[in-house]
C-alpha cells in the first residue's frame, strides 16, 4: 500500500501532536528532533499545490481527514426499528 507523501505528513503531524499532549505539552529534544526531521523531507517532497492546499486547511480550521465513520453520530434505536444505529452528523 502506497501512502501519498501529503497523508504520511498529516498522519505524522498528529502523531506528533498526541504525543506532546500525553507527555504534557513537551517532548525530549531528541525525539521531537527525529518527528522534525521526517516531517520537514515530507514537507519538501510535497507539490507547491499541496503544501498551499495543507495550509489553507489548516487555515480555516477544517479538521483533518478521517474515516467516513467520523462523520456519524450514534442515535437510539427501538427494538425492531428499521434504521441503523448511527446516522449523519
Known amino acids: 500500500m502506497n501512502i501519498k507523501p501529503v ?8 502523531l506528533l501532536l498526541f504525543l506532546r ?3 504534557g505539552g513537551q517532548l525530549s529534544d531528541e525525539i521531537e528532533s527525529s ?3 521526517r516531517l520537514d523531507e515530507l514537507w519538501w ?3 507547491e499545490v499541496e503544501q ?17 465513520e467520523l462523520a456519524l453520530v450514534d ?3 427501538d427494538a425492531g426499528a428499521t434504521t441503523g ?3 449523519a452528523a
Open 75 to 77: 442515535c437510539v434505536v
Open 7 to 14: 497523508d504520511e505528513y498529516r498522519k505524522l503531524m498528529n
Open 35 to 37: 518527528y522534525v526531521e
Open 85 to 87: 444505529p448511527r446516522k
Open 21 to 23: 499532549e500525553a507527555e
Open 52 to 68: 498551499q492546499e495543507y495550509e489553507a486547511g489548516l487555515a480555516a480550521g477544517r479538521p483533518p481527514g478521517g474515516p467516513d
Open 45 to 47: 517532497s510535497l507539490s
